[in-house]
């Protein structure tokens, strides 16, 4: 069964400095990783995704994420925070078939000005 | 091109009371999904539909809950004689297959 462990539950940064929020994943097979972020009483908005390729991803609002096989991680990172950037963040994985994602319980990030 | 819409956005219904929450996916999406989020918890996965297919409704914590999905567009997520613990978030979302998910607003349930 696929899983997903987001270590911190809160992840505090200044505004400017680089911020890097963990994920680590189990699933059976090629794993599809991606990152959602949620703003205050809104749904998810997807960031990117990793399904093949470059173990670098880029994604919206200057956020990328590295695909790490051996450390079966998928750390999202950025680097230049903004207080915007404030929000709860979701990395999710799913197999190569047609089914659902698997959430973390979610990183709260803070970016202070 | 429209998102996925959700209604309504909030509800708050009695205890014992049946309640209907609706989701219009993205419009071609052969998938749907439909998850619950409670106060301060992750995203707990609840039905998926993948075209004519049945569902799997592997999610779904009691026989209180029921979900189709008409004509493979619009589907309606039922929770029958609600109890205080049902208030929660709830998200739909829609994608093609094997594709990154799209959700909507999603529908804040509270029961008093």
């Known amino acids: 069964a696929q899983s997903v462990a987001q270590p911190e539950d809160q992840v505090n940064v200044a505004e400017g400095n680089p911020l890097t929020v963990k994920c680590t994943y189990s699933v059976s097979g090629n794993p599809y990783l991606f990152w959602y972020v949620q703003y205050p009483n809104r749904g998810l908005q997807f960031l990117l995704k990793?399904?093949?390729?470059?173990?670098l991803v880029k994604g919206s609002y200057g956020f990328e994420a590295e695909f790490n096989k051996s450390q079966t991680s998928f750390h999202l990172k950025k680097p230049s925070a903004l207080v915007s950037d404030s929000a709860l963040y979701f990395c999710?994985?799913?197999?190569?078939?047609?089914?659902?994602?698997?959430f973390g319980k979610g990183t709260r990030l803070s970016v202070i000005a | 091109g429209a998102g996925v819409s959700q209604s309504p956005s909030n509800k708050v219904t009695e205890k014992g009371k049946d309640v209907e929450l609706r989701c219009d996916p993205i419009?071609?999406?052969?998938?749907l999904y439909w998850y619950r989020q409670s106060l301060g918890q992750g995203l707990e996965f609840l039905i998926y539909?993948?075209?004519?297919?049945?569902?799997?409704k592997s999610g779904l914590p009691s026989d209180r809950f029921s979900a189709e999905r008409t004509g493979g567009s619009v589907s309606t997520l039922t929770i029958q004689r609600t109890q205080q613990e049902d208030s929660a978030v709830y998200l739909c979302?829609?994608?093609?297959?094997?594709?990154?998910?799209?959700f909507g607003p999603g529908t804040r349930l509270t029961v008093l």
């Open positions: 539909f993948q075209g004519n297919s049945a569902p799997d």
């Open positions: 990793y399904i093949t390729g470059d173990n």
């Open positions: 419009s071609g999406h052969t998938a």
């Open positions: 999710a994985v799913k197999d190569s078939g047609n089914t659902p994602l698997v």
């Open positions: 979302a829609s994608s093609l297959a094997r594709n990154e998910q799209f």
